[in-house]
Nanobody, 116 residues
Framework: QVQLAESGGGLVQPGGSLRLSCAASGFTFSKYAMSWYRQVPGKERELVAVITSAGGSTISAASVKGRFTISRDNAKNTVYLQMNSLKPEDTAVYSC?????????WGQGTQVTVSS
């Protein structure tokens, strides 16, 4: 079955950087678009970025555009989220996700906390 495992979260000061990784298994990774979402307790989950199957096209939320970059390595079955110029409002649990019919699957998430 689909398995997604995020890593790379942690505590970082405002203005700092983190790179999140999501290792995927259980499906043909190179054939599927991948997404990163984030969620703060009490708020709706927010789509952060999407990357197409071959990595040729990406979409980012307006709130992170110019600061976050999604990428993937199909040889390693891994999708990344490079986060620069982090702000306190970026604090959330970040999860990767994939839609493999008939359902969307999620990883367990990794906590990112931006605080001085």
């Amino acid at each position: 079955q689909v398995q997604l495992a995020e890593s790379g979260g942690g505590l970082v000061q405002p203005g700092g950087s983190l790179r999140l990784s999501c290792a995927a298994s259980g499906f043909t990774f190179s054939k599927y678009a991948m997404s990163w979402y984030r969620q703060v307790p009490g708020k709706e989950r927010e789509l952060v970025a999407v990357i197409t199957s071959a990595g040729g096209s990406t979409i980012s939320a307006a709130s992170v555009k110019g600061r976050f970059t999604i990428s993937r390595d199909n040889a390693k079955n891994t999708v990344y989220l490079q986060m620069n110029s982090l702000k306190p409002e970026d604090t959330a649990v970040y999860s990767c996700s994939v839609y493999v019919s008939p359902k969307r699957s999620w990883g367990q998430g990794t906590q990112v906390t931006v605080s001085s």
